[in-house]
């Protein structure tokens, strides 16, 4: 029986999610991604990319980091959007807004899908409008949320589209119903045999399972817009 | 009906031959189609570089043409950028891509003056909402430039790793598959 809970104790630590991926890219977890807390949690504004995810199909993201290095502001954004796969495959209707605070650098990334609505001079016009003034004078927040908020209100008028069915039953579990069946099997298997003790393990392969959001698998061409503050 | 040992062993080696040929001519068969989608995933990605390169030589006289009241741009400067648009578009036509390379190479460095010229000097720059969209949709096409090269250099090292090795080198070579030219440029912003 130790032998086996030695097994099940490794089994959690293969499914712990590491905090980046293979090239040190931030997985995104939801619609709001803040390593530095200026956002205070973001929680409307991930409000708001979930209201027009749920109404568009269009996956908005928002990632703040200290810094971007050892990249520079363009690459970071492309590959961050490119290995989460923002935006459902073949739409590519992505976007995700990268801060990096120490740098006052900020960027963009469109996936193609948006980028007929979207073009950089659209892009770049708003974020000098609504997002930099905030952001010079400290208060993240509110360019952010305002920035989002009318990009986000662009997509819900001009762009034709609406979410993929969800595959998942449970939501934040990301199995199909026949893999929630096995794997349901499989955790009263061991829960018989174990006399209740994977139980004790279950929190972990819950909580930390997994690689980030189940993000639709878009791509970004490389368009988008960036720039500086302060 | 009654097999010799000598008839048996006749039918064995001929099955064995069949299944041979036939395995043969089915790895022959997807070798070949897997070169096709190489090449076509070449020719897909080569496609996206051209319309970057010529949206950039659209918005560069643009942007001349935008900034010449505060600018003054070197006699024949645009002309040079025209004449660059005539050599990359007579590349295009006859589909001579190391000719759309060259063109585009000279292109991106004349370009790169120009836009640190607007850049530096330009007194209304931060003011000038309609040039600093300009200057966004030139930023963007760079980017995106940058992007359609790598993936098509990436394409590119797919296809011509698989045509030279063996023993796919006999369906390459008997199959008009040539290698393709990767697309370097001494000026080129680092691929992510």
Redesign the interface.
Known sequence: MRYLTAVLLALALVFSAPTCTGEDYPILYDYVTDETGVLYGGYDINELCMYVYDNSGAEMAVLVVNTTQP?DI??FA??TFQQNGLGQEGEDNGLLLVLSTDENLWRVEVGYGLHGIL???????LA?ELLVPQIEVGDYYTGVYDFINNLGGIILDEYDGEPPEDPYPIGFIPLTFWQLVIVAGIVIFLSVITKGRILFFLPYLIGKGGGGKNWGGGK???????GRWK | MEFTKGKLLAIIVVVIILISVLGFGIWWMLTYNKMVDENEAITSNWA?VTNQYQRKFDLIPQLMNLTDTYMSWEAGTLENITAMRTEWAEALANDDMNGMMNASNQFDVASDIIINAVQENYPNLDSD?IL???M??I???E??????RMNYNEAVQVYNAHIKKFPAVWVANSGDFEEMPYYESPNAP?A?
């Open positions: 990249y363009f690459t492309y590959e073009p950089d001079s659209r892009v770049g016009t000098r970004s061409g490389g368009g988008g817009v960036g | 996206e909402t600093l969209g300009l966004d949709n930023a963007g096409t980017n995106t430039i940058t992007v359609a680092a992510p």
